[in-house]
């Protein structure tokens, strides 16, 4: 963990010009109505998951570069963890893979207590195969054409809601890489049957409290068709399912130039909107840093959400999945939660009054300026402030750097091998 008095000196340093601009932008805010200490109020309590296959450096199918010090094993990671959210104050809970994270759930919760973290949603993992499995996933999983590596896929998920309810989560997130390459290589509607015969039976081992949010991705690693493709397959697929079942949304899991905002106030709609796995992509399935290439469709993902804060049982996750590969995964993981932040705190601005007026009134100009005054306001001040205010640091990655944390890590944790791929 960082040495608390550093974060103390670096923000005692930073108060003096933030708090100026803090004032300056409340008294900006004041004019158009808004209570800048509720909006501060809000983001402080607004949280998003770090995955914890994050906090390593990702890959691409053609090669993996690891960073130094990288986790070795879940303790690790669930270390760089912690110190993501200690400066950021904006990531209190971690997402588990399975079995990459598999350990004693006493030994994870008393690591994580010691963190001041919890656990989110599971995700299993029917997407590689794993050393000693009786079955292979090579042709597909919950969907496969064998029956009993349906039923190996089935028992790995009920192994994961297992795994969670001893660790304290409510959700299980499942995603998987079945679909076909060749057309013709599979039956449509066959292997549709057989994912939902399957996912069903994982769904009837859900606790009652708990929600299964199912992942659609429209390619890769199937480059034809994937079974669960597109928000329609999705929402089909959870409806079938029951209340308990929900979609969710991966921000890169879509064509180029898909309106995503609008797929997110559907689902919401039909009160289906499980969450998020926030990223950002430039051509396809990048897993790029949040908030990194499009700011703006971010925030109207946000405004969407926003707009629908209130509505009864409408309660989204919200996660970052994206893959590290020329970054340190901390500094990246630490920014991308402030992004989501931003985007949420922009999207608390927007004057709904004004927009909802224009709407009605058929006044495009007047709806998409008032969406942009809410986009073009630097928010900034309210995220420092909210930072500091909650003991983390008022400028997380210069905090980091100076601390030392990787080289220090480095030391301890071997240096890995470079060779192969290796998507995370
Ligand atoms: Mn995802």
């Known amino acids: 963990m960082i040495d608390n008095a550093l974060i103390e000196a670096e923000n005692t340093a930073a ?5 100026a601009d803090y004032d300056s932008l409340g008294e900006r805010l004041d004019r158009r109505g808004i209570d800048i200490a509720a909006i501060k109020a809000q983001v ?5 998951a770090v995955p914890s296959w994050g906090v390593g450096t990702g890959g691409t199918r053609f090669a993996r570069f690891p960073g130094t010090g990288e986790p070795r094993h879940i303790f690790d990671k669930l270390d760089d963890c912690g110190v993501i959210q200690q400066l950021t104050r904006a990531t209190p809970t971690v997402s588990l893979h399975i079995p990459w994270d598999k350990a004693a759930p006493a030994d994870l919760l008393g ?3 010691d963190l001041g973290l919890r656990f989110d949603a599971m995700n299993s993992n029917t997407f590689q195969d794993q050393p000693g499995q009786a079955h292979s996933y090579k042709f597909g999983s919950l969907s496969h054409t064998d029956a009993a590596t349906r039923q190996q896929a089935v028992e790995h ?6 795994i969670g309810e001893a660790l304290g989560s409510k959700a299980l997130t499942i995603w998987i890489g079945d679909g076909s390459n060749f057309p013709g290589q599979t039956h449509f509607t066959r292997q549709l049957d057989r994912y939902l015969d399957a996912v069903k039976q994982v769904y009837a081992g ?3 409290d708990w929600r299964l949010f199912t992942e659609h991705k429209m390619y890769e690693p199937a480059f034809y068709s994937t079974v669960v493709q597109d928000w329609g397959s999705n929402y089909l697929i959870a409806q079938e399912l029951g209340p308990q079942a929900l979609c969710l949304v991966d921000l890169g899991h879509h064509a180029p130039n898909v309106n995503i905002e609008m797929i997110v106030a559907r689902l919401i709609r039909f009160g289906k909107l499980g969450g998020f796995h926030f990223n950002d992509s430039k051509y396809g399935d990048d897993d790029l840093d949040t908030g990194s290439i499009d700011p703006y469709r971010l925030f109207l993902v946000f405004n969407e959400l926003v707009d629908a804060e209130g509505t009864p049982g409408f309660t989204p996750a919200h996660m970052l999945d994206q893959s590290h590969n020329v970054t340190d995964p901390i500094e990246s993981l630490m920014v991308s939660a402030m992004e989501v932040q931003r985007a949420y705190a922009n999207a608390l601005l927007v004057d709904r009054a004004t927009l909802s007026a224009a709407q009605d009134a058929n006044d495009a100009l007047s ?5 942009k005054t809410a986009f073009r306001t630097d928010v900034e001040p309210i995220l420092a402030m909210a930072r500091i205010e909650g003991g983390g640091a008022a400028d997380p990655v210069a905090t980091y750097r ?3 944390y990787r080289a220090r890590v480095a030391g301890i944790r071997p240096a890995v091998s470079g060779a192969g791929g290796g998507i995370v």
């Open 402 to 404: 100076r601390s030392g």
């Open 111 to 113: 690591k994580a207590g």
């Open 367 to 371: 709806a998409t300026t008032t969406l």
């Open 15 to 19: 108060l003096p010009a933030l708090r």
């Open 206 to 208: 859900l606790p009652a």
């Open 157 to 162: 998920n009920l192994e994961c809601i297992a």
């Open 44 to 48: 402080a309590a607004f949280g998003v």
